[in-house]
């Protein structure tokens, strides 16, 4: 979180992770907030970690996710489904003068080739 912009007293803060069965396992994760977003991958379930300026999802679901449009997303989910046995995780964390929130939500991933690549 350090390379994250200072949270301020009334931000929000948006994560996305994926976390792939592979061998070895996969680790995908964007962090956002108002003024930054940053990605990380992992490729070996965790104990290590890279930066990358990539980001690890489509616009789309990061514009979807920043809006918390969770309708919008379980519609991609049935119309634009990836076939993936494993889903995302989307986390917002709202900062409201030393309170703050936290919903989860998990998705199946989804792509649509004209829109998203």
Do not use: H
Request: charged share 30%.
């Amino acid at each position: 979180m350090d390379k994250l912009s200072p949270v301020n007293k009334n931000d929000t803060v948006f994560m996305l992770d994926q976390f792939l069965v592979w061998n070895p396992p996969y680790l995908f994760s964007t962090c956002w907030n108002q003024t930054t977003k940053l990605s990380i991958e992992s490729k070996d379930a965790g104990k290590t970690f890279n930066f990358t300026e990539e980001y690890c999802f489509t616009n789309y679901m990061l514009k979807l996710v920043s809006e918390w449009n969770l309708e919008e997303i379980k519609k991609e989910e049935i119309e634009n489904k990836e076939i993936s046995p494993e889903g995302i995780f989307a986390t917002r964390i709202i900062f409201n003068e030393g309170q703050y929130q936290i919903d989860v939500f998990r998705f199946e991933s989804f792509f649509n080739f004209k829109r998203d690549r």
